[in-house]
């Protein structure tokens, strides 16, 4: 994924609890466009100009192979629609900006609020750190050390003229590297009152799958740009042992009480019908 593609300041509501509470939503809706959806359905709840004070926190995983598109990428230039049906890949339109993600072995997470007792400094850069930071504990936790692009490394990454289409052949500020390779691609999208980040962080790759998914894709930018979890650690982890270290990451930095909250089935409803809505077919590739 990308940097914020809004640059809109945000003013959302100040939380008058002396305890900043964080909402853990755990279901996982059942393919990969509702739950884009839903992310983008909770930033909408807490953009509201009479939107309660709310910070929501998911991880969920990818029933089946899914290509996700920047808000601003041209489906027709990015995505070989041939290959994504032979082998079974949904392409889909997500809110937030940058370049093409194949959601696939992975854990996504996302951060939705309005908050400013947690987040008081409502800059772009100064969310992504804090997010960032809460990631890096969580991957210290599971015994991977990181940095941050931005670093030497990471500028001499961003500095280099990359036209693939895909997220992980290039780094952005405050993504999170591995011995110099991308391991969390992020994007954030910003309104008036709040904002979304979410993120991939890849348990496993398979770089022909996505080099087929897309134009023009050359397989050496992947292989020499991109770490997984089991190229850190010898091996991937289950799902959920990874997302119980990205949690107590999160619990650690936003010093929030992080609790679980189920989804009501409305808003569980209005995702599936958003997701229906995101998925791009090769008739409206031009979306």
């Known amino acids: 994924m990308a940097p914020a593609d809004a640059t809109a300041r945000c003013t959302g509501p100040v939380s008058n609890h002396a305890d900043p509470f964080c909402a853990l939503l755990p279901e996982q809706l059942g393919d990969g466009a509702s739950n884009l959806a839903l992310d983008e359905l909770l930033l909408r709840r807490v953009s ?10 998911r991880f969920y995983g990818w029933p089946e192979p899914t290509l996700s598109l920047g808000m601003a990428q041209q489906a027709s230039r990015v995505v070989d629609f041939g290959y994504c049906r032979k082998h079974g890949i949904s392409v889909s339109r997500r809110a937030t900006g940058g370049k093409a993600v194949l959601h696939h072995r992975e ?4 951060l939705i609020s309005n908050d400013r007792s947690l987040f008081p400094a409502w ?19 599971l015994g991977i050390e990181t940095t941050l692009a ?20 290039s780094a952005f500020h405050h993504e999170i590297l591995f011995a ?9 999208r910003r309104t008036l009152r709040g904002f979304l980040q979410h993120g991939s962080i890849l348990l496993d790759f398979d770089p022909p799958l996505l080099q087929g998914a897309l134009r023009g894709q050359t397989l050496s930018d992947l292989t020499s740009n991109v770490a997984t979890l089991r ?18 990451g999160f619990r650690q930095i936003l010093k929030a009480r992080i609790e679980p909250r189920p989804l009501d089935s409305d808003i569980r409803s209005e995702a599936k019908a958003l997701g229906r809505t995101r998925l791009i077919s090769p008739f409206h590739s031009s979306s």
């Open 150 to 169: 931005g670093s030497a490394v990471g500028q001499r990454r961003n500095q280099r003229p990359y036209r693939s289409h895909a997220c992980f052949a």
């Open 231 to 248: 190229s850190c650690l010898g091996k991937a982890p289950e799902f959920s042992a990874a997302v119980s270290f990205l949690l107590e």
């Open 107 to 110: 854990v996504t997470y996302s």
């Open 123 to 141: 800059s772009i850069q100064d969310t992504y750190r804090k997010i960032s930071a809460a990631l890096q504990q969580g991957l210290a936790l």
């Open 180 to 188: 110099g390779k991308k391991l969390v691609g992020s994007a954030q």
């Open 48 to 57: 509201a100009e009479s939107a309660a004070v709310e910070t929501f926190l």
